[in-house]
């Protein structure tokens, strides 16, 4: 294993070593090689925004193990159990409670068991009953642009509701929650869309937002690049595409 590996390994999990060295050496040796010396020593992405981007990636993909282990390695590159959470939460408007449920477990677990920490963590919602709508709405021109306006009540009567529960749960509910900012909430929506696949109308529209809030092209590839060992080529290549096809 290379000097860098073992080296950014040991940040990760001071102390641990894997049991795939005895079971799986010539594998685990490529892995960490590629994952833990080519891969994040391509660019000179912030290790704090590498791990949320490697959490959402993997609520995204439903790769449920690799999150449990991921977890600490986050939180030692500076991933707030605050952060974790919002992650977690927001998972739920882009993928539904049946497929995030089991992070949730996961993440209560690691913060009760390995942290100490005692459940529930401080508050971060900022809206009430009476004024989600509002605050959805502007949420959504904040990221969008003023198109968004009304969008609430617009669309075919059999599914324009379906527009309103987007402006009041999907923003409203959780993109006006502090623990994250307005950017890292569009990029780990972003991150669930492009690991979960077959949602490309959906990636196309919030890699545009991502672009337009300051989450520029170049970052959104450098994202992907950073994801490829935990979901693989053919969606990080479906993501680039998305990203190369973007104005």
Known sequence: MTENAKNYHEKMF?????????????????FDNFAFDEVVNHDDLDDRIRFISILATLIGCQGIDEFKGMLLAAYNFGVTP???????YQAVAYLGIGRVFPFLKALNTFLEETLKITLPLEK??????????????????????????????KGPEETKHINYWL???CFGDY???????????ELITFCFLFAQGDCKPQLKAHIQANI????????????????????????????????????
Not at 82 to 88: A, L, Q, R, T
Not at 135 to 143: M, R
Not at 175 to 185: A, F, V, W
């Open 14 to 30: 001071p102390g641990y070593v894997s049991d795939f060295l005895r079971t799986d050496p010539e594998f685990i040796e490529a």
């Open 212 to 247: 337009q809030i300051g989450n520029d092209q170049q970052f959104l590839i450098n994202i992907v690049s950073q994801n490829v060992p935990y979901i693989g080529y053919p969606r990080s290549l479906n993501a680039l595409q998305c990203i190369l096809e973007a104005k």
């Open 82 to 88: 605050v952060e974790m959470k919002e992650i977690v």
């Open 167 to 169: 402006t009041v749960n």
């Open 124 to 153: 971060q919602g900022t809206t009430k009953r009476e004024d989600r709508l509002e605050k959805g709405e502007q949420a959504q021109i904040d990221i969008f642009g003023e198109s968004m306006k009304g969008y609430a009540f």
């Open 175 to 185: 993109y006006t929650r502090t623990g994250l900012n307005k950017n890292e909430r």
